[in-house]
């Protein structure tokens, strides 16, 4: 596992074209009157190579996690330094103990991963902005596009742990038709080197 | 005066083709960029687009990234999961329909625009298409139309939208529409890049049973076919090297049993081809 190259940062230190786009330590208001601080620590990462060779578990690098469409703003897509949030460790950790039990290769979905609050799909009301959570669309050779293997799954990664939250199948808001949604809410990770006095 | 000798005779002539076909209707538009012939056979008639709808949807992809909302190299999630614009309902498309099988097996991932615009035309990709039209925008598409002011093509929705055909909710052309559409895109309206890359996509069309079919071995077409249960169509830009291009759309209607209907379109395509040649001034005519 590499993990010793990530290099974590203070997101409140980025130029100030980062800062709009990622919008660290700002809080958010989702539904039901709740309200949320993004996230304020990054992995800095400098290339696809680089992304590719990080493995945050045993069968998830972090390219993985971090992979999105033109749907996202031009200068977190074209350019490197790319920034992710530091509890992206916690969501790969999450989907290799939910391998371990489908015991079966899983695949997270193109913008299925870590999205900016800039992204144009849920943008920062998404938990997807938080590093949190993951979409997926296929666990060995089955696609999950069903009731049935949606509902299979589902329970399999509610069963790992209270704080997993997952969507049920569907095609209304807040349920799934053609992937798995887990996420471990809205979880900030602050690495030790890291100070959170601003 | 020649052009009306033309004319008359191309619409005996097809009119001959459309009863021996059984053909329901058949609809032609036709601007010979050699002769300046411009030709119409029920030209302002409404047809099932079908697939032809997907030149308009490459013109609006093209016009986009020329206006800099993306570039054509940038990816695009792949998601077989559209809603229709009936009523919101979610639809699923069949892989069984669509020619482009290896665009299925990457769904999760991405694909570039570039590689959905080229799937969309010459394997005539219904998921490209409705990708790409999600993408977009409905909307967006249609205001791309009327910039171009190409009037007789109706973009609606995408396809395989089953809740929207129910309730006649479809994309529809005239072949004077198709015409002025393919027109736009040998004109200005686009980039002098985008332009040459869109011919070059519509050049490489896989399905060549119909125009192509009715033209000698050494006519190149940047074209685009469509059919459905009731129609079969063709509409494209006939090039040959003795000469300038001609720019057609054959549209038919048949009966959903009704054989034969690729060859009828391209007995029509034969039909042009000869008439256009008769046109022709002789070389020592002048």
Redesign the interface.
Known sequence: MKTESLRPIDGLHLAEGYRGLLRPDESEAGTNSTVHRLPRFFYEIESWEEAHEIRLAPHFTLAELMLVDCREARLLLSQFPHYVPCAVLLLARFLEDFRREVDAPVFVSANGGYRSPAHQIGGAKSIHAWGTAANIYRVGDTFLSDSRSIQKYRTIAASLGPAVFVRPFGHEKGQTGDHLHVDLGYVRLTPRECSEAS | MLSVDVSNGLQEELESLALKSRARAIGVALHDLETGLRFSLRGDRWFHAASTIKVAVLLAVFRAADEGR??LD????????FFSVADG??F?LSQDRDATPELYKA????AK?SALTHAMICGSSNLATNLLLDFVGVEYARAVLRQAEVDGVELRRGVEDHGAHERGINNEATPDGLLSLLSVIRGDFLTPESKREVIRILLAQRFNSMIPAGLPPHATVAHKTGEISTASHDIGIVYLPEREPYIVAILTEFDPDRNGRRETVAAISEAIYRSLLRAEPKSNED
């Open positions: 993306y570039r940038d990816s695009l999630h792949l998601r077989n999961r309902s979610h699923r769904i999760g991932r991405t625009i």
